[in-house]
């Protein structure tokens, strides 16, 4: 239970740097520290700026503040708050973050306001132009808190001062963003280790500090206020030693798990039957976030085969005309938990292959017809799919699925591959729009593809499956990796 106590400790950012938070292919983003007013500032950044935009351009545009404009401030702030962290993402990133966030609570209020007749309750002038100042606002307000929070860090005094207990993979993870991070506002000191000198500097650029039976002097005589356990799950009776010599001190104690180490997969605490759990492997779509995904790929589905169902008629015809079988083609797929779906395309090639030998299409591939080579360039050969997607096969976003022969062969030489299984195998992927898309004739390519994939399903998001969206319109016009 004591083991238990400490996985579960509050949150911390050692957690967050060593076990999650992506950032674009391969590239994590560092955990801020907790203990400085930056987070304070970020949490209440963006509902203030929301509602002073409305409020200034309210007295601006109509000479007072009437009691309409206040109960939607309120209510704007209430949707707003608290503001995502924005300090360790890339510039693009936050831009998408906020005008994604901002088009969610504006459609929901411009949604209400029409279906309500409250909106007439309000200056057209005023809203029209709330609308793009206030995102625009957010922007520049956010640009100019990286100007000014290595600052605002300093004017705090002295930097809590931190160790890390445990020179392993993950606990260098975590000094790692530590130290790369301005906006950490954690002083580290280097590393608790029993090992000599010698092996510990053969890892890394890190200081050792001390053996672990002289934490708790180090602790005291060098006033360290955060103490990062970066040991082996299996160590319990190490681990009970160490904070059993760190009662006399008032240094806040986290654990880095790892998990045996590892890799988690929306590692999260849960309860079964009363008793305390983490999860190592889940799906994210649990629950509310289930709910939320299945609503968004039905609805995105209809709308866009309501657009494109002229175009849908004309391939057909085409594909009819172009050479003699079938118009689709349905292909056997491994979809939700393993379970064998059939999944449908306009057929682009002369033969139909879904059994036990199936050759990947590559360059120049006489089996592709002449209007099949313009489909899969295009990716109009899955539009089809969007019927799976209503019949809950598919989502619009996820893992590409692969046949069924692929699935058997590269499970066994791939660790994690039948992990992407979890969630329903999407139209497009993370790893398609980060250029994993195509022939995958390599091993080192399929690993790749995983990768990407594995990366979704630790950071999925309404938000990242929009920019994913976004960037396969793109891809389509101007990629050339499928044939």
Known sequence: MALTRLLLMAESPAINGAASGLDGRGSRAAGLGRHHVLRVIEATLDPLVLVLTLWILTIYGTGRMSSPYLVLGVIVFSLAFPGASQLGVAVKRMIFNICANWVW??????????????????????????????????VLTHLTLRLVAPQLIRLQGGL???????????????????????????????????????????????????????????????????????????????????????????ASIYFVPDMFITDLIQGRSDSVCGVTVISVCDTPFRGYNGFLKRLSDGLLALLILLMILPLLLLIAVLVKLDSPGPVIFRQRRYGLDGEEIVVYKFRTMRVNEDGDQVVQVQKNDARVTRLGAFLRRTSLDELPQFLNVLQGRMSVVGPRPHA??????????????????????????????NGQRGET???????????????????????????????????VFKDSTAY
Not at 230 to 241: A, F, G, V, Y
Not at 451 to 475: G, V
């Open 105 to 138: 609570i504006a459609g929901l209020l411009l949604v209400i306001g029409f279906s309500t007749g409250y909106i007439q309750g309000f200056s057209i002038d005023v809203i029209g132009h709330w609308l793009w100042l206030a995102p625009l606002s957010q």
């Open 160 to 250: 809590p001062r931190a160790v890390v207990v445990g020179m392993n993979p993950q606990g260098e993870a975590l000094a790692r963003g530590i130290t790369s991070s301005e906006y950490a506002g954690i002083k580290l000191l280097g590393f608790i280790d029993d090992r000599g000198d010698q092996r510990c500097a053969s890892r890394g650029e890190f200081k050792l500090v001390g053996k672990i039976d002289e934490l708790p002097d180090f602790v005291k005589r060098n006033r360290v206020q955060l103490i990062y356990l970066s040991l082996p799950m299996t160590s319990r009776p190490r681990i009970l030693q160490v904070l059993d010599g760190l009662k006399d001190t008032t």
């Open 404 to 433: 069924v022969v692929h699935n058997e062969l590269y499970r066994t030489l791939i660790k994690g591959y039948m992990v992407r299984h979890k969630v329903r195998p999407g139209i497009t992927g993370w790893a398609q729009v």
């Open 441 to 475: 004739d390599t091993l080192e390519k399929m690993q790749a593809r995983i990768d990407f994939d594995l990366d979704y399903l630790r950071n999925w998001s309404l938000q990242l499956d929009l920019y994913i969206i976004l960037k396969t319109i793109r891809l």
